[in-house]
């Protein structure tokens, strides 16, 4: 069973930054995409951004010049640089990793809490 654990959350002003990381128990290799969702109070959970094992990433439309994922498959972590960050961008943000073999295991973190005040 693997673990995922995030951190790096926190309160931070209007146009400020953020990196969250995602350790893993083990190792990242094996995994088909991992990913950071949010769901902000009252709102359904949305993906913010993904990267696939081969590299390539996708963003949310909302956070496309402003969020960076990636990875360090040695440390068994990935990361979020968040900068540029608005209000509407307060939510918990979750860890997400994908392992596709004969079928679909999706792991969670427990997520870590990002405020951005106004």
């Known amino acids: 069973q693997v673990q995922l654990v995030e951190s790096g959350g926190g309160l931070v002003q209007t146009g400020g930054s953020l990196r969250l990381s995602c350790a893993a128990s083990?190792?990242?290799?094996?995994?088909?995409?991992m990913g950071w969702h949010r769901q902000a109070p009252g709102k359904q959970r949305e993906l913010v951004a993904s990267i696939a094992s081969n590299g390539p990433t996708n963003y949310a439309d909302s956070v496309k010049g402003r969020f960076t994922i990636s990875k360090d498959s040695a440390k068994n972590t990935m990361y979020l640089q968040m900068n540029s960050l608005r209000p509407e961008d307060t939510a918990v943000y979750y860890c997400?990793?994908?392992?596709?073999?004969?079928?679909?295991?999706?792991?969670w973190g427990q997520g870590t809490q990002v405020t951005v005040s106004s």
């Open positions: 997400n990793a994908r392992r596709m073999n004969l079928r679909v295991i999706d792991y």
């Open positions: 083990g190792s990242i290799s094996g995994f088909f995409v």
